[in-house]
Nanobody
Framework: QVQLVESGGGLVQTGGSLRLSCGASGTASSSNVFSANTAKWFRQAPGKQREWVALMTPHGPTNYRESVRGRFTISADSTSNTMYLQMDSLKPEDTAVYYC?????????WGPGTQVSVSS
């Protein structure tokens, strides 16, 4: 089992920045969770479905949904077993609960989420 916990959310003004973190813990295999598996960030705004925001693959290529491309950056630090989402030029429409996700052997693991609120 792998446990994921997000942190770094908060309230910022339009144009501000936040860096979300996702820490992994659990079994010994979690030491390579983010470098060995496809990992993603999702978000869910009130009254809307959860949507994919960014992903990174084991060999490095990343991808972003169109609305955040150029503003958000996904990365990971295998030594600390942590994944990040750097969010710049934030907009009110980025307001949501943000979740990290990793798939290991076809099983999906999720964190409990962290709230990001962007005021206009």
């Amino acid at each position: 089992q792998v446990q994921l916990v997000e942190s770094g959310g908060g309230l910022v003004q339009t144009g501000g920045s936040l860096r979300l973190s996702c820490g992994a813990s659990g079994t010994a295999s979690s030491s390579n969770v983010f470098s060995a598996n496809t990992a993603k960030w999702f978000r869910q705004a009130p009254g809307k479905q959860r949507e994919w925001v960014a992903l990174m693959t084991p060999h490095g290529p990343t991808n972003y949904r169109e609305s955040v491309r150029g503003r958000f950056t996904i990365s990971a630090d295998s030594t600390s077993n942590t994944m990040y989402l750097q969010m710049d030029s934030l907009k009110p429409e980025d307001t949501a609960v943000y979740y990290c996700n990793v798939e290991i052997h076809m099983k999906a693991y999720w964190g409990p989420g962290t709230q990001v609120s962007v005021s206009s």
